[in-house]
């Protein structure tokens, strides 16, 4: 079994990672293009009886 | 005499039809789409042969190749085209399905042309990689450096 499986990571996470890095290898002039399409466009917040808990960091 | 009823047998009915209906596998052509959520490499393109690198061992795809599913590893996928030329992508990760039809699907998460890929880049990635490891605490974390390592060993090799 791989090593990152065993430690409880599943293949969605390792190719968040790998994707990552690949970004961060490319030529400065396409990684500018590239780094944003890593922006997260969702801000989780957590409710706790009807009230939001304070507003977790995106 | 049994032979020759069974030969004869093979020749009609169901697998008769299943011929028929094949068509695209005639063994000389397959169909490649090649694609990442942001851009499409391959859109339905004839091509002679694909090299990708999976979980399971890298591996030449030809046309009437055995239907397959597989995982990518982080390396790099040798399209071999119609016309003769070759193409190199690095791809981070991904999955590729072979199908009986001979169509290929690599759906990869990034996938960029090779000489896009900046050397110095990647070497400094993978000296991150290596503090980041001796600095893990956790299992996770520890593991999350090491698959950092492969992918920057990956992209290195993907480079030179």
Not at chain 2, 42 to 48: L, M, T
Not at chain 2, 139 to 148: G, L, R, T
Request: positive net charge; charged residues 20%.
């Amino acid at each position: 079994m791989s090593f990152w499986r065993q430690a409880g990571l599943n293949y969605i996470q390792y190719s968040a990672i790998s994707a990552k890095l690949t970004r961060r290898a490319l030529k400065p002039a396409l990684r500018v293009e590239a780094l944003k399409r890593e922006a997260v466009n969702a801000k989780p917040t957590m409710w706790k009886d009807g009230k939001a808990v304070a507003a977790q960091k995106a | 005499m049994a032979l020759t009823r069974s030969a004869l047998r093979l020749f009609s009915g169901r697998f008769a039809q299943a011929c028929q209906v094949r068509g695209y596998a005639d063994g000389s052509s397959m169909s490649l789409t090649f694609a990442a959520p942001s851009h499409v490499l391959y859109n339905n393109i004839s091509v002679k042969q694909v090299d990708v690198p999976s979980f399971s061992g890298s591996f030449g795809i030809l046309p009437a190749h055995v239907p397959t599913l597989a995982v990518l590893k982080p390396g790099v996928v040798t399209v071999f085209e119609n016309d003769g030329s070759t193409k190199k992508f690095f791809v981070s990760s991904g999955t590729v399905t072979i199908n009986e039809d001979s169509t290929v699907q690599l759906l990869a998460e990034e996938a960029v042309p090779v000489d896009t890929l900046d050397i110095s880049a990647a070497k400094e990635l993978l000296a991150q990689s290596q503090s980041q490891l001796a600095s893990a605490s956790t299992d996770v974390a520890k593991a999350e450096a090491e698959i950092s390592i492969e992918v920057s060993e990956a992209l290195i090799k993907a480079c030179e």
